[in-house]
């Protein structure tokens, strides 16, 4: 077990997944917040849940709540760099819900509610799913004292 979390956390990506991480968790922590906290001009969970109602995402108020939630925590362990691999599935997953069922049938372009911006946050967090946290990150540091415990 211990060798699986091991595993889980480390990672040999260097220093180059701190640039994508610290605009990529503050892009997810934003977005959550809207969702959550009614921050940055959101909706927060009644307004966001009931337009999820209406895309046929129900319980909606839920729904909202689990989106935020994974946007808002999730982006602040990418930050962080804790639990990296885990928290970027979550995020790729929420990505791939809202691609398929909000944005895809508006094509592409953001300009017109497309998918363009969920599909690159998509492939963000895949990528940091792959290579995990780097030098610069809480999994590292943990990575380093469960080795040295051996």
Partial sequence: MKQKIEQLLTSNAGFSTLALR???????MAHG???????????????????????GLAPGVAMAFLAGSAEFFGGLFIILGLLTRPSALVLAFT?????????LPNGLFMSNGGYE??????????????????????????ATRLSAQK
């Fill in 22 to 28: 610290i605009p990529v968790g503050i892009i997810f």
């Fill in 33 to 55: 917040s809207q969702k959550l906290f009614v921050w940055f001009g959101g909706y927060g969970l009644a307004g966001t849940g009931q337009f999820f109602e209406s895309i």
């Fill in 95 to 103: 990505m791939l819900i809202a691609i398929v069922s909000v944005h």
């Fill in 117 to 142: 911006f969920g599909l690159a946050l998509l492939a963000a967090s895949v990528s940091l799913m792959l290579s995990g946290g780097g030098k610069v990150a809480v999994d590292n540091w943990l």
